[in-house]
C-alpha cells in the first residue's frame, strides 16, 4: 500500500483526504491519504522523515509552503514562486512543486477560458497570489497585480515578465478592459466581504475566487450579478489536487469522482 499525505498546521478540517482517497476508490489503486501536523518549525524535517519512511507524496499547506524548501529541489516554477504545495519522493531527493498554479489555470480553462493572450487582474500577492500570477504569466496571460501592501504587488509584478502592480485602489481602472479576475486574497472567508468594488466587475470578465468557504461569495454572487463567468475556489482545489495525483502516479486523475468528494463535504 502507498502513503500519500497532507503536512500542514492545523491540517484538521482538510478536504484533501476524501478528495485523493476517492480517487484511489475510483482507479483501484491500494493507496492511503493522511494528514500530518508537525510542529511550526519541523517542516523540512517532517519531510526528511516522510522520505525516510517511504511516502510517496506530499501535499504541503499553511504555513510550511515556503520552509519545506530547504528539504527538496524545487522544480523552475515552485522556485520562482518561492512555495511548495507539492512533494514528489519518486526517485533520489526528493522534488518540490506548486501546483496551485495549474489548480487555477485549469479551473478557468474549465470554465471555456483561456488564458493564453488574455489580460488578468489578481488580487493579492500572497502565496496564492504569486502562484497564480506566476501560473497565468506562464501561461500567456498579462498580469496586473493589486494588492492590499501595494508595495508587495510591485515586488512581484517586477519578477513576472509584462506584469505590473498596483494598490487596491486601481481596480476598476485595472478592471475595465481586462478578461479574468482572480481572487487570491482571503477576504471574503471570515466574513461577507469583498476586495473588489461592484461596480468595477462586467460581463467581459472571468471571476475566479480561490476562497472556497462559502463556496458562495460576495465577490463571485456580485460578478454573477455584473453578468461574468464565475469559477468557484472549490475548482481550484480540486485541479490542484489532481495535478498532484497526476504528478505522483502517472495516472489521468477522475476530477468528476474528486470533485463529487470535495463538494460532498462544503
Ligand atoms: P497569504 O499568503 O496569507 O496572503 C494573504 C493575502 O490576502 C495577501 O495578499 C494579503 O494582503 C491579503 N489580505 C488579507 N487580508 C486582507 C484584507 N482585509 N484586505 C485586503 N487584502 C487582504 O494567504 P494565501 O496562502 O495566499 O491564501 C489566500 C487565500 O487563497 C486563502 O483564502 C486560501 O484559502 C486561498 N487559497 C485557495 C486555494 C485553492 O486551491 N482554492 C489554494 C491556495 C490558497 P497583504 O499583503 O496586504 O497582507
Known sequence: MQVFGLVGNPVGHSLSPPMHEAAYDALDIDARYV???????????????????????????????????????????????????????????????????????RALADAGTDVAGATAVVVGAGGAGRAVTFGLSDAGATVRVANRTESTAHD?????????????????????????????????????????????????????????TPLE??????????????????????YQGAAAFERWTGRDAPVETMDAALRARL
Open 35 to 105: 494528514t500530518f501536523e508537525p510542529a511550526k518549525d519541523e517542516a523540512a524535517a517532517a519531510v526528511r522523515g516522510a522520505d525516510a519512511l517511504g511516502v510517496a507524496g506530499l501535499n504541503v499547506t499553511i504555513p510550511f509552503k515556503q520552509a519545506v524548501l530547504d528539504a527538496v529541489d524545487p522544480d523552475d516554477l515552485a522556485a520562482r514562486i518561492g512555495a511548495v504545495n507539492t512533494v514528489d519522493f519518486g526517485g533520489g531527493r526528493p522534488t518540490g512543486h506548486n501546483t496551485d498554479a495549474e489548480g487555477a489555470r
Open 217 to 238: 461569495t460576495r465577490l463571485l454572487r456580485d460578478a454573477d450579478a455584473a453578468g461574468a463567468t464565475t469559477v468557484d475556489g472549490a475548482r481550484m482545489l480540486l
Open 156 to 212: 512581484l509584478a517586477d519578477a513576472v515578465p509584462d506584469a505590473s502592480g498596483h494598490g487596491l485602489d486601481a481596480l476598476p481602472e485595472l478592471l475595465a478592459d481586462a478578461d479574468v479576475l482572480v481572487n487570491a486574497t482571503s477576504v471574503g472567508m471570515e466574513e461577507d466581504a469583498t476586495p473588489v468594488p461592484a461596480d468595477a466587475l462586467h460581463g467581459g470578465l472571468t471571476v475566479l475566487d480561490a476562497v472556497y
